[in-house]
């Protein structure tokens, strides 16, 4: 089906694990986002990405690695979850960074105990 | 850099009718509209880009006002679907990225 997927849609982790969340677009869209949305922060923009193989920092990228290796896929690791990473991650696609609507994924809801 | 909104949080009976204000320090290239309900992901409602265009749904209207760097979102005669959280993203130049506001709770009672 067209449009953005994220994989998986819960997860809960222990403290210390790594964790890889998904994020597929089926749209060509070249800009890729993580965002993380805690209560009363709204949106931060974890990594973006503007290409294949290209990719940048945003807000809080500290404790996330990305990597974009094609078009369609945008994966996040924790590379050593903490509870502070406890969060609802958003995944967004555009043709661009600022001129041309975002479109979300659904979410991921990750837990870290 | 954070946009500021206003009002953090409002309640409107159905049909009545509701502005939604974003507003930065810094000179903008564009405004952005989302809304969000709950549980689910934002969806966009509205782009005002400097200059005067607009892109977005038929049935929003938006102000962009360039000399104040300010912009309204203007919910009229209000439904229940209308409620959720609404957020403005600015951005300041065409090659920057969206930056969000903290967002705009509505909730629209029958």
């Known amino acids: 089906d067209a449009g953005i997927t994220q994989s998986p849609r819960y997860k809960i982790t222990e403290t210390g694990r790594q964790v890889t969340l998904m994020c597929h677009q089926t749209?060509?869209?070249?800009?890729m986002f993580w965002y993380r949305q805690d209560l009363g922060h709204g949106l931060r923009l974890i990594y973006y990405?503007?290409?294949?193989?290209?990719?940048d920092k945003g807000e809080v990228p500290d404790g996330y690695v990305v990597s974009r290796s094609k078009t369609e896929n945008f994966p996040l690791t924790l590379e050593s979850a903490t509870r502070s990473q406890t969060s609802v991650y958003f995944c967004?696609?555009?043709?661009?960074?600022?001129?041309?609507?975002?479109?979300f994924g659904p979410g991921t809801r990750l837990t870290v105990t | 850099q954070q946009p500021v909104q206003s009002p953090q949080a409002v309640i409107l009976r159905e049909g009545e009718d509701a502005v939604i204000n974003c507003s930065s320090s810094?000179?903008?290239?564009?405004v952005h509209w989302y809304r969000q309900k709950h549980g689910e992901a934002p969806v966009f409602l509205m782009i005002?880009?400097?200059g005067g265009e607009q892109k977005g749904h038929d049935k929003i209207s938006a102000s962009f006002n360039e000399k104040k760097q300010q912009s309204s979102l203007y919910l009229t005669a209000s439904q229940l679907s209308y409620s959720g959280t609404y957020f403005c993203?600015?951005?300041?130049?065409?090659?920057?990225?969206?930056?969000w506001g903290a967002g705009t709770k509505l909730i629209i009672k029958p």
């Open positions: 993203g600015t951005v300041m130049d065409s090659n920057y990225q969206l930056i």
């Open positions: 810094k000179a903008l290239y564009s």
């Open positions: 005002l880009l400097k």
């Open positions: 749209w060509s869209h070249s800009y």
């Open positions: 990405s503007a290409a294949a193989d290209i990719t």
């Open positions: 967004a696609s555009s043709n661009s960074r600022g001129s041309y609507e975002q479109y």
